[in-house]
Structure formats: C-alpha cells, structure tokens
C-alpha cells in the first residue's frame, strides 16, 4: 500500500499540532453551547475523530454520507446526497467538517442544505483545502492544510476505498495499480 504513495506530504506529527491549534480556534467561537457537528462520510471520519477529542464540550456528532468523486480522482461535479434526511439542525449553530475543498460544490451544497433545514449557523472545517480557484464561490472557516492541486489520500482520504486508513497525507502515484 505505501508502495502506491509518491511522498508523504503532511506526517502524522504535523497533522496532530495542527488539529490543537483548530480545536482551539472551534472552542473561541463556540463558548459553552452544545454544537451540532455534521461529518461528512466518509473521508472526514479520521479527522472528525481526533480533532473532536479535541474539543471539550457538549458535542452532537452527527454523520451525512455525500459523495461527488464517484470513484474517479476528479470531482464529477455532481453532488449526491446517499442519506436522504438531515440531522435535526432547526435553530441549531452546526460545525460541518469534511476531508477536504476542491471544487467546493459538495461544501457548497451541504450548507445550503443545513440552512435550508434551519440551521441559524453554518462553520465549516476541512483538513485540506486545495490552493486553487473553486467551481463555488465557497471557503472553509477552519483550514488544516493549504495544498497544491494534487490528488492525495490518507488520513480519511481515499481513491476506490483505499488509503483511508494511512496516518498522514501523501500523494498518490501515477499510474495506481
């Protein structure tokens, strides 16, 4: 598997300070309420998890399952939402978390989705986001890592379902076997 993986891009180490310095700017902006936190699966699991332990408070962790890379290494630029309710975010202040801003459609559609269902607040956290213009007109409230467009995997992230589970960060080869 780290056969596939051209280079590590952000180590573990790194990865784990800079989720203190996040979890840290969340509780300033969140003090004393009880946080609706919406993850989108499956790639922000990984990051969801650590940077939420993080985070000592009253936490509703809820999951939403989207997908818009469709197995390929491109966003399709079409955004599914496989679970077809919401969590209940009427009146509600939410912290979205995902793996990652590329286009930023799928962030996009997300929180318009969660405003539409009434959530009087929508943050957004990203482990990466990618150094580039988006099709959205759309930015993360909380950034681990600004990144070159460069498809990579780990750390939650994945291509075909593999490589979620790698500690760190790393660019993909080309060609995959």
């Known amino acids: 598997m780290e056969d596939d993986i051209d280079r590590v891009l952000v180590d573990e180490q790194v990865i784990h ?48 399952n989207v997908a818009s890379y469709h197995g390929g290494t491109e966003s399709s630029g079409v955004v599914s939402f496989l ?31 969660l405003l539409e269902e009434g959530a009087t607040e929508v943050k957004t956290g990203v482990l990466l986001a990618k150094d580039k213009p988006h099709a959205e007109d759309v930015a993360a409230d909380y950034v681990g890592f600004y990144i070159a467009d460069e498809f990579v995997v780990g750390y939650g992230l994945d291509y075909q379902g593999r490589y979620r589970n790698l500690p760190y960060v790393g660019v993909l080869k080309t060609p995959v076997s």
């Open 17 to 64: 300070k800079r989720l203190d310095v996040m979890a840290k700017e969340i509780r300033q902006d969140f003090p004393g309420e009880v946080l609706v936190v919406v993850v989108l699966l499956k790639g922000a699991f990984v990051f969801a998890a650590d940077l939420l332990r993080r985070v000592p408070r009253m936490l509703e962790i809820e999951c939403v």
């Open 83 to 113: 679970d077809h309710k919401l969590p209940e975010v009427k009146g509600r202040k939410v912290l979205l978390l995902d793996d990652i801003l590329d286009t930023g459609r799928t962030l996009k559609a997300v929180v318009d989705r």
